[in-house]
């Protein structure tokens, strides 16, 4: 009968025995003290009753919260004065009590996954505390790619007497809850505005947004359309600030516009304001029939430069002059040289820069001091003339042509009441006929086509 009872009092004793090796390499796992556990601890194979302990998780999840996706490191901290040898099961769940993020081993020696890979627990190399009684464990956490809301680390540390049996252990739980980080986003966009044709640097600064060591698709979007601008330049000055600098065309449509940086938008956020062209001055703004002459034309919110503008000008009822040369100066400066007909009507003209008008800025004048009709003295003709002009007068009259800067151009004595001038050799434009008979002098206006 003793040796019966030896027998039994040994197969009573071996599960004991068997559970304490199998926890001095780890938990088994569902025994962390979470909601997701059933809120149950060591004491399932342990004695005792648990109790709570607070600050004993500590990680670098910063204070504004865990970014979907990001690695972090979590430690567990134990402290129990006389204590030597340590064990725990550490697990994470959402608010709801499910298993959440992905753990990851650093120090395989001391610890190691469990509870189908969704908690951390220790090894028998990694129960040992120091003097003094402390020990921790460090792990790494994989946050979810999506945000699960609130995330609840819970640990049940088992700080044992040593003594080789389940009685006499220390049960203690505790826990550290952290926030999701708000969603990467953009905050703001300075300036917030700019002109069509302008250029322009625009500073966007993001929330819980990566953009160190990334190239940004940084992009406006007219509001409501398909329609973007690409920026010339990104540059990242952090994380969560980037620099675009854009060139806006002249013609780049007006109004509302989205800032895109890569998926995140801010919408309505940049305004592009219209410009409104306009022809300030023209100098000189006056020239005399037959006459070549060089304006120089200003302008505001104009974009010459690396064009030809069409430059003309015109009134109602009369032919349109246009420049025989056009030079721009600057977006905003051209000049325009304008053969002014000998025949054209006098009086004021609006100044035409492709479809920018400046009404009633340059008069053509009549030739001054020359009249405009035939007299009995000497007649002249045609008017206009091509390539000659007959003159009518007295034998041994003195035929003079003079430009209009009294230079003189030809000099003829008639010997016959009907002499032909040759006209080849001048341009064309308005002329002097001087004609010089008996001591008296007449002077027309002869036009040369």
């Not at 901290?77 to 959402?94: D, H, P, R, W, Y």
């Not at 505001?300 to 015109?314: D, Q």
């Not at 400066?333 to 035409?352: H, R």
Request: charged share 10%; aromatic share 8%; hydrophobic share 35%.
């Amino acid at each position: 009968m003793k040796t019966i009872y030896k027998i039994m009092s040994v197969l009573v004793a071996l599960p004991v025995v068997l559970l304490f090796l199998a926890n001095g390499s780890g938990s088994a796992g569902g025994y962390s003290g979470s909601p997701g556990d059933n809120n149950q601890t060591c004491t399932a194979c342990h004695s005792g009753t648990p109790t709570v302990q607070t600050g004993w998780i500590s990680s670098n999840i910063p204070v504004s919260g865990y970014v979907p996706g990001s690695t972090y490191q979590l430690t567990l901290n134990a402290n129990q004065t006389g204590v030597s040898k340590f064990g725990f099961e550490f697990t994470s769940e959402n608010s709801s009590g499910q298993k959440t993020g992905t753990f990851t081993i650093t120090d395989a020696n001391r610890t190691k996954l469990t509870n189908q890979n969704k908690s951390v627990t220790h090894k028998s190399g990694g129960t040992a505390g120091a003097a003094g009684g402390t020990i921790s464990w460090t792990f790494n956490w994989t946050a979810p790619a999506t945000s699960a809301g609130q995330v609840r680390f819970y640990a049940a540390v088992n700080a044992t007497n040593s003594n080789g049996n389940t009685s006499g252990d220390q049960i203690i739980k505790t826990s550290l809850f952290v926030e999701a980080a708000a969603p990467a986003a953009l905050l703001a966009v300075s300036p917030q505005q700019a002109d069509q044709g302008s250029s322009a640097t625009l500073t966007i600064t993001g929330q819980n947004t990566s953009w160190n060591a990334t190239s940004p698709a940084v992009q406006l979007r007219k509001s409501g359309t398909t329609t973007t601008i690409a920026p010339a330049t990104v540059t990242v000055n952090n994380n969560t600030q980037l620099q675009a600098s854009f060139n806006f065309a002249p013609n780049a449509l007006p109004g509302l516009y989205d800032v895109l940086v890569n998926d995140l938008v801010l919408a309505e956020s940049f305004t592009i304001n219209q410009i409104v062209p306009a022809l300030l001055t023209v100098q000189p703004n006056v020239a005399n029939q037959g006459e070549n002459v060089v304006v120089e034309i200003t302008a505001e919110n104009t974009f010459w430069n690396g064009t030809t503008p069409t430059i003309s000008l015109s009134q109602s009822g009369s032919a349109t002059i246009n420049a025989t040369a056009v030079t721009v100066l600057s977006n905003t400066t051209a000049s325009a040289t304008f053969q002014i007909p000998a025949d054209a009507n006098t009086g004021l003209y609006n100044l035409g820069v492709n479809d920018l008008l400046m009404p009633n800025a340059f008069t053509i004048n009549l030739v001054s001091g020359i009249a405009n009709v035939s007299a009995s003295s000497f007649k002249f003709y045609p008017n206009p003339a091509t390539s000659f002009v007959t003159i009518e007068t007295k034998s041994g009259s003195i035929v003079r042509i003079f430009d209009l800067n009294e230079k003189k151009l030809i000099e003829k004595v008639c010997f016959d009441i009907y002499e032909n001038i040759d006209l080849s050799q001048i341009e064309k434009g308005v002329y002097i006929i001087h004609v010089q008979h008996d001591g008296k002098n007449e002077i027309r206006k002869l036009i040369k086509k």
